[in-house]
Every structure is written in structure tokens, then in C-alpha cells.
């Protein structure tokens, strides 16, 4: 498919169906959805180069399934990590397991994958030629049954426009939507580091009354580890992460084998509405999480496939207030699950941390709920994670709002 024209047309037909902001994994994997299924796109990326900060690692199984439409699985699969097992340890030691090994999918495991690698193997399925690098979108308007989108010196127009631009979305501004959350009271440091831990395949948890620890495998031999910290550090010293991991967990993680470091204070936000007419948000644009459960990037990929599905259809207008509903339903439950976790994670002190060690072993690892444990964290519980999982009545049009 040779990528389209991209001669303004203000008054002739739209020249793109649909125009994709900002070109982070959630806007390329809906620009792979779209491109998949015909649709005349366009990905607006200000970056010219790729990501150096290290975020989202962990792919769940329902993003797998949507990466097996594109045919793309395999090669993921291929280049992260399996993780099967995740230990938790509290103060006196292992508490107990969450099991990937018996969840109700194919799929029995997270995978673990950079972020940056996840964009490069989307990038490359959807084709550079789709992706205009270095241009960032300062004005968007929409104006009878098309979109102007400016960016880079040009004005482009299209039926559609997805704001994909992340939790800083600049269409969100544009467009004065509000997007209510708070930041939360705690603080994290993490680093990526040559894996010299023994602990293969696995990940860990670690609770103490100093603070958590998690630990998970990456590929190429590398493993992360992230710290939780009094106070927000935006210059950590030097050699924190590998401090703080020794002194919480035995493990000695050596600072000269640290290859990046990444501190963020988690917030969360949702915006009221997904979409405004033909201007539509995805992903970070629309909600912000924990990243503590990794599961924002997970829940963008479901945005975007719900989102193409509807975008392909002859009455997408319609439609938008399903996505509206069903989406906000799902990243809601995504919030609260990330908001659970985290604060529970987050206790310190002695008392605290004897009462969560109790809760841990004898709630979370061991009894009914135990079992569970794997399919929540594998995002299989999730409302309407995935297409699959939405009933064809909810796609149906029914409610005709600002959106007709
Ligand atoms: C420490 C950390 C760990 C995480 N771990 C996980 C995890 O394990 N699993 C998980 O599911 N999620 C995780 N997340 C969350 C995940 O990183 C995000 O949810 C994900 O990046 C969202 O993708 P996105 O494409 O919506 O937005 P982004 O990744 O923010 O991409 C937005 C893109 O838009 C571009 N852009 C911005 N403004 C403009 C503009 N005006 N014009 C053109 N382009 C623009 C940006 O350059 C960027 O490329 C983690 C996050 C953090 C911080």
C-alpha cells in the first residue's frame, strides 16, 4: 500500500480517514489496526529518535491477542521474556506465588519487553513511510464531517483524529478536556542492570517495613529493579537503586551494571469523555494509572482495538459512545486495581508491615482467591479487555450524542 498524498484538500474530501497523534506504542498499534483494514492513515510523531527512558515492560495476554490480529505475537514473544512465576517475599522471607502457570488463556505467562523494543517492532509492521518523525501538532479543529490537524509547517485533514499524545496530550489542551486525577504520595526509582541475580526467569516482589522492591527479567540478560523512596528524588545519588536493594532484599546488584534509571511518582487521571465529535482519545491522552501492575500501556492496546473496530465500521459516529462507555468501564477497574496494589505495596513500618505479611500470605498466596490472582494480574478480568469480551449488542448504534 503506497501511503497517501499529503497535498492539503480544505475543500475537496478528507485526505487521510483517519489521523493519528503522536506515535508512542498505542498510536502505532492502532495505526497497524487501521492500516490492516484498508484505512488511509497518518502517524504525527514530534520525536525524531527513539525512547531512552525505560517504562512499560510487562505485556499481558488479552495485548497478545491483539497483536496475533496483526500477526505480530510471534515476534514478540520471540524477543521478550516468559515469566511465569511471581514470588513475594515479606519481612521473614518468601510469602508465597502468583502463578501464571494455570490462567484461562493460551498464554500462560507475562511477557516481559522494553517499551522501546515494543515501538520498534510496531513501527516496523506498520512501515516508516506511514510516520511523519520531528512533527508536532500544535492546532487541531474539526469542522463540518472532517479534521484539520496542523503540525510541522502543513495543515493535513482527515475524517478522524485519535489523540495518541500521551498523559501530557497536547490535543486534550487544545480541546479544553478535562482530565480529573491526583498524583499519589509515593515515590519510586528504578534501573535496568546487567541480571547477575541468579533468579533466571522469575519475578519478585519484596515487602519490608524500609519500603518495596520489585524485580522483573528483561531480555538480553537484564532485569529491573525498582525502589520505593521517602520522597520524590529527581537526582538520585548515585548507586541508590543497588543500595536500597541490598539493604531491602540480600540481593547485591552491583551500581557499575546499571544501565539506565527512571524515578516517577505515580498519578491517575481519566478523562469525562474519550472523544469530542471526531476528535477521539486513546491511551495515555485519555487515562493515567500506576504503573505499579503494569498495566497502562496494556490498556491503551485495548483502546486502540476497540477503537479500530469501531473506525472501520460504515456508522463510527454512532459507535463513539460505546467506546465512551466501555472503555471508561475497563480503565476505571484498571485504576482501582493499580491503586489497590500500589497502596497496599506501599505500607512501612513494623505493625504494617507484620498485618500485610498476614494479608499476603494468608489471602493473596494461599485459598480461593489465591487462585485467582494470576488471571487478575494477567488482565484477564478485566471489563471489556478485549473486543472479544464486549457483547455485539454494546456495538450496536444506540445513543446518538454530541458525537452525530
Ligand atoms: C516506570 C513505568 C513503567 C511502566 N510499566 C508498564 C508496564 O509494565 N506495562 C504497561 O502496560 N504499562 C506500563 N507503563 C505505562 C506505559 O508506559 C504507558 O501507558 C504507555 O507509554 C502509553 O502509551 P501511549 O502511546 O498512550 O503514550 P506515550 O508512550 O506517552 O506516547 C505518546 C507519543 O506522542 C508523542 N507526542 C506527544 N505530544 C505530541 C504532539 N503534540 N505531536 C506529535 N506527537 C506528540 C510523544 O513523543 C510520544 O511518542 C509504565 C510507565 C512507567 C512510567
Known amino acids: 500500500m503506497?501511503?497517501?498524498?499529503?497535498?492539503?484538500?480544505?475543500?475537496?474530501?478528507?485526505?487521510?480517514?483517519?489521523?493519528?497523534?503522536?506515535?508512542?506504542?498505542?498510536?502505532?498499534l492502532l495505526g497497524c489496526l487501521l492500516k490492516q483494514q484498508g484505512q488511509r492513515i497518518r502517524v504525527l510523531e514530534r520525536r525524531t529518535e527513539p525512547i531512552t527512558q525505560s517504562a512499560a515492560i510487562g505485556i499481558t495476554p488479552p495485548s497478545l491477542q491483539i497483536?496475533?490480529?496483526?500477526?505480530?505475537?510471534?515476534?514478540?514473544?520471540?524477543?521478550?521474556?516468559?515469566?511465569?512465576d511471581c514470588f513475594v517475599h515479606g519481612q521473614r522471607g518468601k510469602l508465597g506465588c502468583v502463578s501464571f502457570r494455570e490462567i484461562p488463556d493460551?498464554?500462560?505467562?507475562?511477557?516481559?519487553?522494553?517499551?522501546?523494543?515494543?515501538?520498534?517492532?510496531?513501527?516496523?509492521?506498520?512501515?516508516q513511510e506511514f510516520i511523519e518523525s520531528g512533527c508536532e501538532v500544535t492546532y487541531?479543529?474539526?469542522?463540518?464531517?472532517?479534521?484539520?490537524?496542523?503540525?510541522?509547517?502543513?495543515?493535513?485533514?482527515?475524517?478522524?483524529?485519535?489523540?495518541?499524545d500521551g498523559s501530557r496530550?497536547?490535543?486534550?489542551?487544545?480541546?479544553?478536556?478535562?482530565?480529573?486525577?491526583?498524583?499519589?504520595?509515593?515515590?519510586?526509582?528504578?534501573?535496568?542492570?546487567?541480571?547477575?541475580?541468579?533468579?533466571?526467569?522469575?519475578?519478585?516482589?519484596?515487602?519490608?517495613?524500609?519500603?518495596s522492591?520489585?524485580?522483573?527479567?528483561?531480555?538480553?540478560?537484564?532485569?529491573?529493579?525498582?525502589v520505593q523512596t521517602d520522597t520524590r528524588m529527581d537526582h538520585p545519588p548515585p548507586g541508590l537503586v543497588s543500595r536500597l536493594t541490598r539493604q531491602r532484599t540480600g540481593f547485591s546488584v552491583a551500581a557499575a551494571?546499571?544501565?539506565?534509571?527512571?524515578?516517577?511518582?505515580?498519578?491517575?487521571?481519566?478523562c469525562d469523555r474519550y472523544y469530542d465529535g471526531r476528535i477521539i482519545f486513546c491511551g495515555d491522552a485519555a487515562h493515567g494509572m500506576s504503573p505499579i501492575g503494569g498495566?497502562?500501556?496494556?490498556?491503551?492496546?485495548?483502546?486502540?482495538?476497540?477503537?479500530?473496530?469501531?473506525?472501520?465500521?460504515?456508522?463510527?459516529?454512532?459507535?463513539?459512545?460505546?467506546?465512551?462507555?466501555?472503555?471508561?468501564?475497563?480503565?476505571?477497574?484498571?485504576?482501582?486495581?493499580?491503586?489497590?496494589?500500589?497502596?497496599?505495596?506501599?505500607?512501612?513500618?513494623?505493625?504494617?508491615?507484620?498485618?500485610?505479611?498476614?494479608?499476603l500470605k494468608y489471602v493473596f498466596c494461599r485459598g480461593p482467591i489465591a487462585r485467582r490472582m494470576g488471571a487478575f494480574y494477567a488482565m484477564l478480568t478485566i471489563p471489556f479487555n478485549t473486543l472479544k469480551r464486549v457483547p455485539a449488542s454494546r456495538l450496536r448504534p444506540r445513543t446518538l450524542d454530541s458525537a452525530s
Not at 496475533?68 to 514478540?76: P, V
Not at 493460551?106 to 512501515?127: D, N, V, Y
Not at 551494571?257 to 481519566?270: H, I, W, Y
Request: charged share 25%; hydrophobic share 40%.
Open 2 to 28: 503506497n501511503p497517501p498524498s499529503s497535498k492539503p484538500s480544505l475543500t475537496g474530501a478528507p485526505e487521510y480517514d483517519v489521523i493519528i497523534v503522536g506515535g508512542g506504542p498505542v498510536g502505532l
Open 67 to 84: 497483536l496475533d490480529k496483526l500477526g505480530l505475537a510471534s515476534a514478540f514473544i520471540r524477543s521478550g521474556v516468559q515469566v511465569r
Open 106 to 127: 493460551e498464554r500462560r505467562f507475562i511477557l516481559s519487553l522494553p517499551q522501546a523494543a515494543t515501538i520498534a517492532l510496531l513501527q516496523k509492521h506498520l512501515g
Open 140 to 164: 487541531v479543529r474539526q469542522q463540518g464531517g472532517y479534521c484539520e490537524v496542523e503540525g510541522g509547517g502543513r495543515r493535513l485533514t482527515a475524517r478522524f483524529v485519535v489523540a495518541c
Open 169 to 211: 496530550s497536547a490535543v486534550r489542551s487544545l480541546l479544553g478536556m478535562r482530565a480529573p486525577g491526583r498524583s499519589y504520595d509515593c515515590h519510586f526509582v528504578m534501573g535496568d542492570f546487567v541480571d547477575r541475580s541468579g533468579l533466571g526467569d522469575e519475578a519478585h516482589l519484596f515487602f519490608t517495613a524500609e519500603g
Open 213 to 226: 522492591v520489585e524485580s522483573f527479567p528483561m531480555p538480553g540478560g537484564l532485569r529491573r529493579w525498582v
Open 257 to 270: 551494571d546499571q544501565l539506565n534509571e527512571s524515578v516517577f511518582t505515580p498519578r491517575k487521571f481519566n
Open 295 to 359: 498495566q497502562g500501556m496494556n490498556t491503551g492496546f485495548a483502546d486502540a482495538e476497540f477503537l479500530a473496530e469501531i473506525l472501520t465500521r460504515s456508522e463510527p459516529l454512532e459507535l463513539l459512545a460505546a467506546y465512551n462507555r466501555c472503555r471508561r468501564r475497563a480503565v476505571k477497574a484498571a485504576i482501582f486495581r493499580a491503586e489497590w496494589g500500589m497502596w497496599l505495596g506501599t505500607w512501612r513500618g513494623r505493625g504494617r508491615s507484620v498485618l500485610r505479611d498476614f494479608i
